[in-house]
């Protein structure tokens, strides 16, 4: 940031480091082996009394100086102007700090020189004694340039102490200084032989030309133990955040890596092929087959040791976006243009967004990424996000992908920077969610009761109070349709009973929604999600729209599981709240006991779209269309090595809890990957670019102007939010993550969220989904009002049975059948129909507040009671009692 920024744009700096470099080590590695390689050879033409050897000495030794010398010098001086241009701020910090290390470098490159040119030139002048002497000179120079230069680079991925101390010796005798040095010999010992291949097929005596072929085999099999070895001590010397970011999380590794160690294995089989007796056209092309392979071999390694830095050019140190990883936090606070020299915008604002978003890509983004280019395109990364979803990858950046990073500077220029990606190379602008446009309007029918004839009250509610389901059945299922319904049948009375058997309860969907298989593609694919075929508009546990509920001794109510129902009605429309009809009969005579009416909410208005791109699968209201779920697929299969998306497009598309447990659907999932709730929130929490309840609303359907709005009960009413009982996303994923902490992926999600409500990470609770939630004893302690503001965080039921949706109050009365399903605690303002959520209230007391509420026992008792029953409290008259609209 303190350098000016060379513009590459479709090529990028660092592929012309890569290019420049890759070639120049691979001589230079040559120019250390190869020096050995001559020595040794003279020393066999000496010790054979071999003219022939001598004269193969003398014209390797021609060939050697043109490469190394000429071709070597110069790549070398490339070098040093490419990454000056590239990456001035790591070039200064390498002279800076090393510069007596590249003094007596160059002390011994000279020495090269002078023992090389002696050698070739006096050649046929010198004694024996001193011909030797000059040829392990060379040698000597070339390896100590090795270990001079070793330690550098090496200093570069293992810093060590010298971040502390800054220390010559504490940066240069560093963890991997000897393996690397030991591995860089072997390396250079074998591509000695690579290139003895080539002046030996030249030969003009097949039979010299045979032994000479298996001499250069030799030297490329024999030092192949020591490379092995010191490969696995180099290895193990890096400390494991390094090799866990290297192997484990950066996708680009494995590619160089294996590649490396497939071409150890190719030259070893073509090195010992070469060693049988070939006809001479067969040993050159094998030859310089071999030489090629070792360039693309020592490019592998050298891509693996640069990977591994990632994101740094000096491990711990400097970014190789050149900022210092010292400054980030001030940075982030006053501003990273703020600090840049090679900039005129200081501030972001409305007026210079664009401009200010370009500077940021130059300085931040353009040392990796390249624009249309062929290596780290930025325009193919991005290109299946919105401008959210681009904002979202930056606020992540650094936290999951550690080989990437962090963003630096101020929110503003962090939305500057998304902007100018999104808008610039896709020409899209900010992604716009539904506003609520497809809303119904009306009055919602009441059922009818008499509190002086009627025998019975039943009450009825969904479970959950909003089920989601995820609609893009030919790609994914994150939820299949399936909602339950539960009921009560209380006999009223001066002790009134609750009804368990004896009794027929049944449910039916209302006119509308008969069809759902018309619009969910779900039961053309269940064999593929579930192995076995499922006949359409039956759920999972076989119940249709309509059916009978069982009796559950465990929940104290009749149930009715996994109803198929649909926010789609036969019409094509969407409606999250459809509604049932329930009846309770004597099933001797018939006779109807009791009738009441319950919304079954479901919806597909999840907000995957918002970040991973395309729109709404039905009539632009709800739903994940087939762009926005490949792309979701896309990304999996990047980021976890999985083939979801062919599998999907061949007809076999996969259910998440297939991989991932879930309590919902009594998924036991696989051993190694998250439970799904743990997996999707402990993500999505590293990405979410605010800590509010923004980022829920942002895939659940509980935006206030969205077209579901299932965030509707009392609490929603009076100004609470997600947050006030679920925490903000990161403190939300990590009591998830907690609970799943054996497993490796948790710690890596958990590594860098920060909770806000809470004090630290070690003070969050864990919490298993589904089964442990917020404690609405919580807040109200004695079942008396909350004293102060609201906050359920942190305090989950520890037994099962103390679940909201489970707990069955004095009296064996559930809590949900007085006061509501949660989301939709009464009163709810649904936003289709006034009371829609309210029926029973409305039709057992007149009003839409809890049953019993405001001194209503006669709902059940036939006379007056003067005590609270189901709990305390009960007594006074409802709190903030207002209209429902």
């Not at 030259?267 to 392979?293: D, E, N, P, Y």
């Not at 969407?574 to 919806?603: C, H, I, M, Q």
């Not at 057992?844 to 305390?872: K, L, Q, W």
Request: charged fraction near 20%; glycine fraction near 10%; hydrophobic fraction near 40%.
């Amino acid at each position: 940031m303190n350098y000016p920024v060379w513009e590459v744009l479709g090529l990028g700096g660092g592929t012309l480091i890569a290019f420049i470099s890759v070639l120049h080590v691979y001589i230079a590695h040559l120019a250390v082996g190869g020096g050995l390689f001559i020595w040794l050879t003279d020393v066999k033409g000496f010790r054979e009394n071999n003219p022939l050897i001598h004269e193969y000495v003398r014209k390797h030794t021609w060939f050697f100086l043109l490469l190394t010398m000429v071709f070597g010098g110069v790549s070398g001086v490339g070098i040093w102007f490419i990454i000056a241009l590239v990456n001035p701020a790591g070039t200064s910090v390498l002279i800076h700090y090393f510069v007596f290390a590249w003094a007596i470098e160059w002390v011994f490159f000279l020495g090269e020189i002078v023992a090389l040119l002696l050698y070739h030139y006096k050649f046929s002048d010198l004694q024996k004694k001193e011909r030797l002497t000059l040829a392990f000179l060379y040698f000597l120079f070339a390896w100590l340039s090795l270990v001079a230069v070793n330690g550098i680079l090496a200093f570069m991925l293992t810093p060590g102490k010298w971040l502390e101390t800054h220390a010559f010796w504490d940066g240069y005798l560093n963890a991997t200084f000897l393996p690397s040095m030991f591995f860089r010999t072997c390396m250079a010992f074998m591509i000695a032989g690579l290139f003895g291949y080539l002046t030996t097929v030249f030969q003009k005596d097949s039979r010299f030309r045979t032994t000479m072929m298996r001499y250069c085999t030799k030297w490329l099999l024999y030092p192949l133990p020591g490379l092995v070895v010191s490969g696995i001590w180099y290895y193990s010397a890096t400390p494991f955040s390094v090799r866990h970011t290297a192997f484990s999380v950066n996708p680009e590794t494995a590619l160089f890596y294996q590649l490396f160690m497939i071409l150890t294995v190719v030259l070893f089989i073509f090195g010992l092929l070469l060693a049988l007796k070939w006809g001479v056209g067969v040993q050159r092309a094998l030859s310089f087959f071999l030489v090629l392979i070792g360039l693309f071999w020592m490019g592998g390694f050298e891509y693996s040791r640069e990977i591994a830095r990632k994101p740094f050019v000096i491990h711990g140190f400097m970014y190789s976006n050149m900022a210092r990883k010292s400054s980030v936090e001030k940075l982030n606070r006053e501003g990273f243009l703020q600090h840049a020299r090679w900039t005129t915008i200081k501030e972001v604002d409305p007026e210079n967004t664009l401009p200010g978003g370009h500077d940021l890509f130059l300085l931040q983004c353009l040392s990796c990424h390249t624009v249309g280019g062929l290596h780290n395109d930025v325009v193919s990364r991005t290109r299946d996000f919105t401008e959210l979803g681009v904002e979202a990858l930056l606020t992540g950046q650094g936290n999951v992908q550690q080989y990437m990073p962090p963003f630096m500077g101020t929110e503003k220029e962090k939305g500057a920077l998304a902007a100018y990606v999104s808008r610039t190379f896709h020409n899209k602008g900010p992604a716009r969610q539904a506003d609520g446009q497809h809303l119904e309007k009306g009055e919602q029918k009441i059922p009818p009761f008499d509190k002086d004839t009627d025998e019975y009250v039943l009450l009825a509610w969904n479970d959950l109070g909003m089920h989601c389901i995820s609609d893009s059945d030919p790609w994914f299922v994150i939820l299949p349709p399936g909602n339950t319904l539960e009921a009560v049948l209380i006999r009223r009375g001066e002790t009134p009973d609750l009804v368990s058997e004896g009794v027929e309860l049944a449910y039916a969907v209302e006119d509308g929604y008969r069809n759902p298989a018309a619009h969910l593609g779900f039961w053309k694919y269940t064999e593929s999600y579930f192995g076995k075929k499922i006949k359409e508009n039956i759920g999972l546990h076989g119940n249709g729209l309509a059916g009978k509920f069982g009796y559950n001794n465990d929940r104290s109510a009749f149930i009715a599981e996994g109803i198929p129902v649909a926010p789609y009605k036969d019409d094509g429309s969407y409606n999250p709240y459809p509604v049932f009809t329930v009846a309770a009969k004597d099933p001797e005579t018939g006779k109807v006991l009791a009738t009441t009416r319950v919304v079954a909410p479901v919806s597909t208005e999840m907000g995957c779209r918002n970040c991973h791109e395309g729109g709404w699968r039905m009539k632009g209201v709800a739903g994940i269309d087939a762009t926005t779920s490949t792309n979701i697929l896309a990304v999996h299969d990047h980021l976890e090595g999985t083939s979801l998306l062919k599998q999907a497009r061949q007809g076999r598309p996969k259910l998440c809890q297939s991989c991932h447990a879930d309590a919902v659907l009594g998924s036991p999932g696989k051993e190694g990957p998250l439970n799904f709730s743990a997996a999707m929130h402990g993500w999505h929490a590293n990405y979410m670019p605010y800590d509010d309840a923004r980022s829920c609303v942002l895939c659940h359907p509980a935006k206030r102007q969205g077209n579901t709005r299932c965030a509707r009960g009392f609490h929603n009413t009076i100004g609470m939010t997600c947050v006030n009982c679920h925490g903000n996303m990161q403190e939300h994923g990590l009591a998830l993550l907690k609970a799943e902490k054996t497993k490796s992926r948790s710690k890596r999600l958990m590594a860098h969220l920060r909770p806000v409500h809470v004090g630290s990470v070690e003070k969050i609770n864990p919490r298993i989904p589904w089964v442990q939630e917020p404690d609405c004893l919580t807040c109200h302690q004695d079942f008396r009002a909350p004293k102060g503001s609201p906050n359920a965080f942190n305090h989950w039921n520890q037994e099962f049975s103390g679940l909201y949706r489970i707990r069955v109050g004095e009296g064996g009365i559930r809590c949900e059948a007085c006061h509501g399903s949660p989301h939709a605690l009464y009163p709810a303002q649904n936003p289709y129909m006034k009371n829609r959520d309210n029926m029973q209230p409305m039709q057992y007391a007149g009003f839409p507040y809890p049953i019993g509420s405001n001194r209503t026992c006669a709902v059940c008792h036939t006379v007056e009671m003067e005590d609270s029953i189901h709990h305390e409290n009960m007594e006074h008259d409802f709190r903030n009692a207002q209209p429902v609209p």
